[in-house]
């Protein structure tokens, strides 16, 4: 089985800082993907950015970037220069080949601070 | 290209009824997944469908039910409606298939289901 752990429930950041968020996770799977997702007030989950295990580059998506972390099973995400559209609940996931489904972390809610 | 799109987007149920929710994916996706969203247990998953066979089922009484269809839309049934169903039913549709994970889920924008 598949766990995802997020710590902070809730963050905050100034509009054009650096802010990162925390996730953990465990599996015993050697094929897995790690994700980010965010969810605005529209509810609609969007996609942040992918990992894909068996790379050890960190993933970039423009200002979205992950420290991937194999060997602790930490997978944390870094919004850079942050934006007020940049708000919103952001989901941690995992996927894994035997379990076709995506596991989520409880979520950080995200504030930016004009 | 269209997004996932689901609907109603809210309804309003009273317990002990049921209830259908739709789910379009994306053109060319052949996976649809259900996820049940609420504040207390968070996004869990309830069922995948792929060419119309359910491939894989989360951890749900009997009362919740799907099915897709030729096209990939899928549809979500609860019966015997209670009021710990209130939730966002989200969907998520995916392109890969077979024995192949989903790498990639583009989700809908939700069924809000209040039971009152």
């Known amino acids: 089985a598949q766990t995802v752990t997020q710590s902070q429930p809730e963050m905050s950041v100034q509009e054009a800082e650096t802010v990162t968020l925390s996730c953990t996770y465990d599996?015993?799977?050697?094929?897995?993907?790690l994700f980010w997702y965010k969810q605005p007030p529209s509810r609609q989950m969007i996609l942040v950015i992918r990992q894909e295990a068996y790379k050890q580059q960190n993933a970039t998506e423009n200002r979205f970037s992950v420290n991937f972390q194999k060997a602790a099973k930490s997978f944390s995400l870094k919004i850079s220069d942050s934006q007020l559209g940049d708000a919103a609940m952001y989901f941690c996931?995992?996927?894994?080949?035997?379990?076709?489904?995506?596991?989520f972390g409880s979520g950080t809610q995200l504030t930016v601070l004009p | 290209k269209a997004g996932v799109t689901q609907t109603p987007r809210y309804l309003i149920k009273t317990r002990g009824q049921q209830v259908t929710l739709s789910c379009s994916p994306i053109?060319?996706?052949?996976?649809v997944s259900w996820y049940q969203q609420t504040p207390g247990q968070g996004l869990q998953f309830l069922f995948e469908y792929f060419s119309e066979t359910q491939r894989n089922k989360g951890n749900f009484p009997g009362r919740f039910s799907g099915r897709q269809f030729s096209n990939s839309r899928s549809e979500m049934n609860v019966s015997t409606l209670e009021l710990g169903d209130s939730a966002l039913y989200l969907c998520a549709s995916s392109p890969s298939g077979g024995r192949t994970m989903n790498t990639e889920a583009f989700f809908g924008q939700g069924t809000r289901l209040t039971v009152v």
């Open positions: 599996t015993s799977e050697s094929d897995y993907y």
């Open positions: 996931a995992s996927i894994s080949g035997s379990a076709r489904q995506l596991t």
């Open positions: 053109s060319g996706h052949r996976s």
